[in-house]
């Protein structure tokens, strides 16, 4: 499976926008990204995914690079409540594509 | 609607018994998952069942774990002879169609499983 590489840690001010990064140089042409977090004591929970073109939803946006090696998930307006551990997941249609390799993802702290 | 819900929350027991972890999916959704996470990892992967089949269990560690869904919806996790090692938070997800990799999956709460 194709790996991804995210900082371990990140911080930011409440009420400002945060750029998570992930680095995926492996990704194949049919991977799809995603993106799930993890609040404390919480199951995962999806956040968006994307193929190749930029996707915004409710909850956050990601930019997806030209060439597909790397996307970053953008909260437009950091709140206390985003403060998680922030998967960045390529998913394939092999025979495993259907499990998520979570990783050790990036834990994001809000600080008022 | 309700969400995933896993029951009990919390289990503990002792080395060498046995202990069933209850996946309740949300209704109608044809997949579920069961993953394993240990403190400070992210979730791993054990089973996934496609309806009332297992279509993939290759994350299972050993032969002390199994897992059916007979009727489709339900699942149980069951460990045999629970070793200190297996103390996880046991995830369960589940999603509407087959697994594909646009799919979203949607988690339950987890049981925290303590073996002393």
């Known amino acids: 499976d194709a790996k991804t590489t995210q900082p371990n840690s990140m911080e930011s001010n409440e009420e400002e926008p945060v750029h998570l990064p992930c680095n995926h140089s492996t990704i194949s042409g049919t991977d799809y990204i995603h993106w799930y977090r993890q609040l404390p004591s919480q199951g995962p929970e999806y956040v968006i995914h994307?193929?190749?073109s930029n996707v915004n939803n409710r909850m956050a946006s990601l930019a997806i690079a030209e060439d597909r090696k790397s996307s970053t998930l953008i909260l437009h307006r950091a709140t206390l409540r985003d403060a998680a551990v922030y998967y960045c997941?390529?998913?394939?249609?092999?025979?495993?594509?259907?499990?998520?390799?979570f990783g050790k993802g990036t834990s994001l702290l809000v600080t008022p | 609607g309700a969400g995933v819900s896993q029951t009990p929350s919390n289990k503990v027991t002792e080395k060498g018994k046995y202990v069933e972890l209850r996946c309740d999916p949300i209704?109608?959704?044809?997949?579920l998952y069961w993953y394993r996470q240990s403190l400070g990892q992210g979730p791993e992967f054990l089973i996934y069942?496609?309806?009332?089949?297992?279509?993939?269990d290759s994350g299972l560690p050993n032969d002390r774990f199994f897992a059916v869904r007979p009727e489709g919806s339900v699942s149980t996790l069951k460990i045999q002879r629970t070793e200190r090692g297996d103390s996880a938070v046991y995830l369960c997800?589940?999603?509407?169609?087959?697994?594909?990799?646009?799919?979203?999956?949607?988690f339950g709460p987890g049981t925290r499983l303590t073996v002393l």
């Open positions: 997941i390529l998913r394939d249609d092999s025979n495993s594509g259907y499990a998520l390799n």
């Open positions: 209704s109608g959704h044809t997949a």
């Open positions: 994307g193929l190749t």
């Open positions: 997800a589940s999603s509407p169609t087959s697994g594909h990799r646009g799919d979203t999956q949607y």
């Open positions: 069942f496609q309806g009332t089949g297992a279509a993939d």
